[in-house]
Nanobody
Framework: EVQLVESGGDLVQPGGFLRLSCAAIGITFAGTIVGWFPQVPGKEREAVVCFNTDDLMTSYSDSVTGRFAIPSDNAKNKVYLQMNNLQPEDTGVYYC??????????????????????WGKGTLVTVSS
């Protein structure tokens, strides 16, 4: 059975940081596109980070550019998300997803909800003072 398991969500104060982890069980991340999708009540789920595990190409949404990053020390079959300078608007359940379709818009990699084949159950990030 294929599973993606997220961990690392927590309650942090504005300006704080977290490192989320996504572990793949039953599949390998090699050759996949991995996205991190925050779900905020009342908003559409959209990827804030999209990462190609083969060539390490990474794209970020405008809202997280300069604050979030995919570290270079990803362990075998794990992908991390380093979240710095967290703000209240970053609050949400963060889902890790993986797929095999590489979509480019201009020179940016895009992770589209409908293109992802595997999803985790999410980890809650709360940014509040």
């Amino acid at each position: 059975e294929v599973q993606l398991v997220e961990s690392g969500g927590d309650l942090v104060q504005p300006g704080g940081f977290l490192r989320l982890s996504c572990a793949a069980i039953g599949i390998t991340f090699a050759g996949t596109i991995v996205g991190w999708f925050p779900q905020v009540p009342g908003k559409e789920r959209e990827a804030v980070v999209c990462f190609n595990t083969d060539d390490l190409m990474t794209s970020y949404s405008d809202s997280v550019t300069g604050r979030f990053a995919i570290p270079s020390d990803n362990a075998k079959n794990k992908v991390y998300l380093q979240m710095n300078n967290l703000q209240p608007e970053d609050t949400g359940v963060y889902y890790c997803a993986a797929g095999h379709l590489r979509v480019l818009e201009g020179d940016a990699l895009r992770c589209l909800d409908n293109d992802m084949s595997y999803w985790g159950k999410g980890t809650l990030v709360t940014v509040s003072s």
